[in-house]
Structure formats: structure tokens, C-alpha cells
């Protein structure tokens, strides 16, 4: 990984610490989501009319991917805001941030998407950062069972970490495409592309709550008082912008997503620190296992 992959990672980090703060410590939805997502079109639009995207230039296979992308986006979102309103943003975030660490390598390696295979020092670090995540929802080592496992949280932490390896596949594969068309890196592309999925995303959530009585409720309520999830609109769409800025640093994708995961200790702490959340020793430990996983795959 380069020192700009580093940097541009290293400020998203605590950009996306801060939008999931500000949904979990206000009204954890979907509908707090979408909003979040129309206040980030707006960011990009200037930058997609600037930028040297024509859609009629597109292939079919771009739109598939960024229809894949935004798909896995709601489901990351479904996933993350009922799995707040069921438990601590201290459990959920470091759990649904880790997961897809082995998942995007397990895909990556099985298509053969990445530049460079993965050697062993990688999949050891990520089997140490899947491990930490088996630890986080147990309140006791001794407490192990199955039945910890067993739950509606669980199930929202699987959907948001199935979801974060979809759109994280699709949206390198698609960045790709711009750039091979372009022949360059260019910052008005990429954040031209970040509106067409704040955009599609946006619009996907609204479909979703609008099936459903009480996130439609808490959307029009919303609508009143919208400023928390404008301001998190702006952390999470510049979170994520940077991040693709990162994709055309790395030789696998499988490396920027292991590396975002430096948010997890921040989340816990913040969650620990700010929202009084309970801090098991299991918890930490976990979290200490997957700091180690993320140093193993970093530096060996």
C-alpha cells in the first residue's frame, strides 16, 4: 500500500466514525440513511457535470456493476441501522467492518480480481480479524455458545458485512472501467461516480421506506429537523470518496479494505467513551485480535 493509499485512508477513517456516531447516538434507520445519501448527491453533482463521464460512452457491464453496488449499499444500510436500534454501536461496528475483510479476499481470490495474490501473512491476518469478530458478541469467555450467535442483531451484522463486500468488489471493478475509458485517475471522475451511487442509493433506500409505515414516519420527521443526517450525509459521502480515490493505489482491493479497518478500534472506543456503551473484556480482547490481524497483513 503507498503512503497517498495511507493518508486518504487514514482521514476516512474517523469520517466514517463520525457519521455512524451521529445515526446511532440520534434515530438509527433507514430513512435517516437516505437522507444522508440525497445530501450527498448534492455534494457530487457539481463534480459528475464537470467530470468527463458520458453515460452513453458506459458499457453495460458498468451500469450492471454500479446497479451491484448500490444494492449492496442498501443492504449495508438495512443491515447497520437495525442492527443499532437492537445493540451497541460498540458490538455492531467493529463486527460489520471486519467481516468482509475475509469476504472480499475470499472473491477477489477466487475470480481472480487483484492485481497480486495474497500470501499467507495475509489470510493469517485476516483469519485473526474474523476471530476477533466471533469474540465481540460473547459477554464472558466462558458464556460461549452457539446461542450468542443466534440472534436478529446477528443477522443485521451479516447483512451489513454481505453488503460492504458487494459494493466494495463492484465499485473497484467500476472505478476501473471509468479509468480505463479516461486513461487517467482523475478527481471530477471519481466523485462524478460517487454521485450516480449517492444518487441511485438515495433513491433505492426512499423505495424501501416508503413499503414500510414507521421508517416513512421517521422519514417525514426527519425531514423536519434534518441536520444531523445532513452533516452525516457529508462525513460519510467524503469518507467514502476518499476511499475511492484510494482504489487506484493498491494492488488489491482485498488490502485497502483490510486497512479501513483501523476504524474499528476508534468505533469502539467512541462508542465506549461517548455513548456509555458496557465495555466486556471480550469485546476487547476482540478488538485487540483484530488490531494484531490488521498489523499482520499491514507490515508483514
Same mark, same amino acid.
Given at each position: 500500500m503507498t503512503l497517498i493509499a495511507f493518508l486518504l485512508i487514514f482521514v476516512s477513517v474517523f469520517l466514517h466514525v463520525a457519521w455512524n456516531m451521529l445515526s446511532k447516538g440520534t434515530t438509527p434507520s433507514l430513512a435517516f440513511y437516505s437522507l444522508m445519501s440525497?445530501?450527498?448527491?448534492?455534494?457530487?453533482l457539481p463534480f459528475f457535470i464537470a467530470s468527463d463521464i458520458h453515460l452513453a460512452q458506459l458499457s453495460l457491464s458498468f451500469y450492471l456493476l454500479a446497479a451491484g453496488?448500490?444494492?449492496g449499499e442498501i443492504i449495508y444500510m438495512t443491515g447497520l441501522a437495525y442492527g443499532y436500534k437492537k445493540s451497541d454501536i460498540s458490538l455492531v461496528y467493529p463486527v460489520v467492518r471486519a467481516l468482509p475483510v &475475509?469476504?472480499?479476499? %475470499?472473491?477477489?481470490?477466487f475470480f481472480n480480481l487483484g492485481r497480486e495474490q495474497?500470501? %499467507?501473512?495475509? *489470510?493469517?491476518?485476516? %483469519?485473526?480479524i474474523t476471530g476477533g469478530c466471533f469474540l465481540m458478541p460473547l459477554k464472558s469467555l466462558k458464556?460461549?455458545? %452457539?446461542?450468542? *450467535?443466534?440472534?436478529?442483531?446477528?443477522i443485521f451484522i451479516l447483512m451489513g458485512a454481505v453488503g460492504t463486500? &458487494? *459494493?466494495?468488489?463492484f465499485d473497484s471493478s467500476a472505478i476501473k472501467i471509468i479509468r480505463d475509458i479516461s486513461g487517467k485517475i482523475s478527481v471530477a471522475d471519481t466523485l462524478g461516480y460517487l454521485f450516480l451511487i449517492e444518487f441511485g442509493l438515495a433513491w433505492g433506500e426512499l423505495a424501501v421506506i416508503s413499503c414500510c409505515r414507521e421508517e416513512w414516519t421517521c422519514f417525514k420527521n426527519l425531514l423536519k429537523r434534518p441536520l444531523y443526517p445532513v452533516i452525516a450525509g457529508i462525513c460519510s459521502s467524503s469518507a467514502y470518496g476518499l476511499v475511492l480515490f484510494a482504489m487506484g493505489y493498491v494492488s488489491n482491493v482485498s488490502y485497502l479494505q483490510a486497512f479501513r479497518q483501523i476504524s474499528l478500534p476508534v468505533g469502539f472506543i467512541a462508542g465506549v467513551t461517548i455513548l456509555h456503551e458496557k465495555s466486556y473484556w471480550t469485546k476487547v480482547i476482540g478488538v485487540a485480535i483484530i488490531a494484531i490481524g490488521l498489523l499482520v497483513m499491514i507490515f508483514c
Open positions: 440525497f445530501t450527498a448527491s448534492v455534494i457530487w453496488s448500490i444494492a &475475509m469476504m472480499v479476499a %475470499l472473491v477477489t481470490t495474497l500470501d %499467507l501473512w495475509d *489470510y493469517a491476518g485476516m %483469519l485473526l458464556g460461549f455458545s %452457539l446461542k450468542a *450467535y443466534c440472534s436478529s442483531v446477528i463486500t &458487494m *459494493y466494495t468488489i
